[in-house]
């Protein structure tokens, strides 16, 4: 609390040494009616979650591993808008307390020099037509070594430590990730998405290239052309055919 200089992110903290996600955490306390901001944040998962039902690897010390309840007035269908403001936010915050500067990787990883370094986990509460609240799962590798990730994920993550070469101080990155949470979330919901399109757009390492998207029941390959005013990511096909991407996996094609 001592970096803290948010209204709302954050004034509710609930501490864990260890716990089995802080994500399970956060639904039960937005279904007690948790206030708007509230922060869930453990040392350490024993079963941290990734997207997609993935394991994410969530070691004691080394990371922040932290959920955050927000509860915006949007429909389900903006709900990806969100993952967007925070995958924003955190780069906005990494950039000011590490000075470097990392790339979205459509929806959400943020990679430094092509490895990832953070990913976001969206859920939601919701009704059909209203959210009742967003949990924004965040995991930063902050202080691992290399030698410290397992080794299938040795090649392709990454962590702040490594990259800079010294160790960071979580205490400030996380209020800091709080401060660009709330202040973007702020400037989403007086100006709509597209401040927030622009710099994601601007951070991104997606447009401009050949994607391969796999989602639940088909691949569609094509050029990363931008992301739509509902945070779809656009990709033309061969054929000129424009394709809206909601949600899956992209891989890069030469
Ligand atoms: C991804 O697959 O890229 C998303 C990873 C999200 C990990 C975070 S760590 C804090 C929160 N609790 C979890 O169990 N998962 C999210």
Known sequence: KKYLTTEAFGQEIRYFESCDSTQFIAHELAQEGAQDGTVVVAEEQLTGKGRMARPWDSKAYKGIWMSVITRPHLTPQQAPQ???????????????????????????DLLINEKKVTGILTELQADPDLIKSIILGIGINVNQSIDEF???????????????????????????????LEEYTKLYEAHGFSPIKLLWESYSNTIGR?????????????????????????LKQDDGTIFGVYSGDIEFRK
């Open 210 to 234: 050949r994607i391969r998207a796999t989602m639940v029941n088909q691949t569609v390959e094509g050029l990363a052309i931008g992301i739509t005013e509902e945070g779809m990511l656009e």
């Open 150 to 180: 397992p080794e299938e994920l040795m090649s392709i993550a990454t962590s702040l430590k490594i990259e800079l070469g010294k160790t960071i101080n979580r205490a400030e990155l996380i209020a800091t990730t709080l401060k660009y």
């Open 82 to 108: 969100m993952t967007l403001v925070a995958a924003v936010a955190i780069t906005r915050a990494i950039e000011e307390v590490t000075g470097l500067t990392p790339q979205i990787k459509w929806p959400n």
